[in-house]
Nanobody, 124 residues
Framework: QVQLVESGGGLVQPGGSLRLSCEVS????????IAWFRQVPGKDQEGVSS???????YYKDSVKGRFTISRDVAKSMVYLQMSSLKPEDTAVYSC??????????????????WGQGIQVTVSS
């Protein structure tokens, strides 16, 4: 059974940092890409970042230079380090597992497995 479980969300002030974690079980990170998506009520889901099965990383333009995706294959964990957070980063963040889609990494329906999501709120 494949499971993805997010942790590390919460409330942070603008300019602050958070690290999200995605614990993956039932699949091997060497065979799957893991992506982070976020969604705000009333808006479309958007891809934030992805790391392919061979470790290539991708980012949404608005988070480049602020967010860093990484993974620990031995621990089956994927991380999203978020710095210089802005109020517009407020959303429910979910991790997802799927094939390595290259430049199409941000297409949510392409992913097979999803976590339950975790709230990130950036507010003073």
């Amino acid at each position: 059974q494949v499971q993805l479980v997010e942790s590390g969300g919460g409330l942070v002030q603008p300019g602050g940092s958070l690290r999200l974690s995605c614990e993956v079980s039932g699949i091997y990170l060497n065979n799957y890409a893991i992506a982070w998506f976020r969604q705000v009520p009333g808006k479309d889901q958007e891809g934030v970042s992805s790391i392919s099965s061979d470790g290539v990383t991708y980012y949404k333009d608005s988070v480049k230079g602020r967010f860093t995706i990484s993974r620990d294959v031995a621990k089956s964990m994927v991380y999203l380090q978020m710095s210089s957070l802005k109020p517009e980063d407020t959303a429910v963040y979910s991790c997802a597992a799927g094939g390595s889609y290259g430049s199409s990494w941000y297409i949510g329906p392409a992913y097979d497995y999803w976590g339950q999501g975790i709230q990130v709120t950036v507010s003073s």
